[in-house]
């Protein structure tokens, strides 16, 4: 993908700069998980019980579990390794799992973290890929990520998605969770947009298809998922949460600066060291066209 400067109205190509260190790539993703992928990072090459290290073991906001593996030369097979080191984290329980969450993330956020343990992902960056990768990705049933990277020169860097696996796609047993765990157990993982709609009354529900119609029709590549607690719209990244409640739409966007006449986006406070800190209610038809042009600022701010 060429990066052009526009200088007055020239636009100058930038050049691609070779990866100076192998290590470079590893701690510039990792201090910037949650700029550049939405995830909350747990550990740098976290080691295995078989002798393997997994490079970047992170959280996905939705509370999956994700492992990061960085491709640095063309005969590094980063996917296989991945998924070796998927076979080894669902071998766990996912106890093991929350305790890391609470000692590198804090109790207070852990615990606002629902975690989706059944969910797994896998992000492979690298430079490039071959056929053979990306052949793999398309038929193994699992959330694989491929992102290539590129630096360019005067400190531009950009971190690419080459696809958009379907967040439903991975099929794994279900793990047998007590009741009063805070781990998502089998149960929780058969959350779906209907059963989440079916808590509103009939205007409100009526207020949620309208909205999702108009998001679903902005780009092929929005995605749509129901997690146990709000339905979430994602490219990159998410870009809205949709809390359905009885009688009104909750939705947290994206921390931005909104053009908001109107003065409708609260900013939730800091100290509950939420992403998706801004937040605007809809709970009436005469708002949604409003509302709808604060959602596409938020989803605009990933384009």
């Known amino acids: 993908m060429a990066i052009f400067k526009n200088t007055?109205?020239?636009?100058?190509?930038?050049?691609?700069?070779?990866?100076?260190?192998?290590?470079?790539?590893?701690?510039?993703?990792?201090s910037n998980l949650m700029t550049a992928l939405d995830l909350h990072f747990l550990a740098s090459e976290y080691p295995t019980t078989?002798?393997?290290?997994?490079?970047?073991?992170?959280?996905?906001?939705?509370?999956a579990p994700v492992i990061i593996e960085y491709k640095r030369n063309k005969n590094d097979n980063v996917i296989n390794q991945a998924l070796s080191y998927l076979k080894?984290?669902?071998?766990?329980?996912?106890?093991?799992?929350?305790?890391?969450?609470i000692d590198k993330l804090g109790k207070a956020v852990?615990?606002?973290?629902?975690?989706?343990?059944?969910?797994?992902?896998?992000?492979?960056?690298?430079?490039?890929?071959?056929?053979?990768?990306?052949?793999?990705?398309?038929?193994?049933?699992?959330?694989?990520?491929l992102f290539k990277h590129r630096f360019y020169e005067q400190d531009i860097f950009s971190l690419e998605?080459?696809?958009?696996?379907?967040?439903?796609a991975v099929l794994l047993p279900a793990v047998a969770i007590p009741k009063d765990s805070k781990s998502v157990g089998a149960e929780e993982s058969l959350a779906t947009v209907e059963a989440l709609r079916s808590k509103a009354n009939e205007a409100t529900r009526q207020l949620f298809d309208a909205m999702q119609?108009?998001?679903?029709?902005?780009?092929?590549?929005?995605?749509?998922?129901?997690?146990?607690?709000?339905?979430?719209?994602?490219?990159?990244?998410?870009?809205?949460?949709?809390?359905?409640?009885?009688?009104?739409?909750?939705?947290?966007?994206?921390?931005?600066?909104?053009?908001?006449?109107?003065?409708?986006?609260?900013k939730i406070p800091?100290?509950?060291?939420?992403?998706?800190?801004?937040?605007?209610y809809l709970g009436n038809g005469e708002d949604l066209d409003y509302v709808m042009g604060l959602i596409e600022q938020s989803y605009q701010s990933l384009l």
Not at 10 to 18: D, G, S, V
Not at 161 to 168: G, I, K, T
Request: a negative charge; proline letters at 4%.
């Open 8 to 30: 007055t109205g020239k636009l100058n190509k930038l050049n691609i700069l070779p990866l100076d260190k192998e290590k470079a790539l590893q701690a510039l993703v990792e």
């Open 110 to 145: 852990a615990d606002s973290i629902q975690l989706d343990w059944n969910n797994p992902r896998v992000i492979c960056i690298a430079e490039s890929y071959s056929k053979f990768d990306m052949d793999t990705v398309e038929v193994v049933p699992l959330r694989i990520e």
């Open 213 to 266: 119609e108009q998001i679903l029709a902005w780009d092929e590549s929005i995605e749509e998922k129901a997690t146990m607690l709000y339905v979430a719209y994602r490219v990159s990244k998410n870009f809205a949460e949709v809390h359905v409640q009885k009688n009104q739409l909750r939705i947290h966007l994206r921390p931005m600066e909104y053009n908001d006449p109107r003065g409708m986006v609260e």
């Open 161 to 168: 998605p080459l696809n958009v696996p379907d967040a439903q």
């Open 50 to 63: 078989f002798g393997g290290r997994i490079d970047t073991l992170a959280v996905d906001l939705n509370g």
């Open 88 to 101: 080894w984290l669902r071998a766990q329980k996912s106890e093991f799992f929350r305790m890391l969450m």
């Open 270 to 280: 800091d100290g509950y060291n939420w992403t998706m800190n801004r937040r605007v």
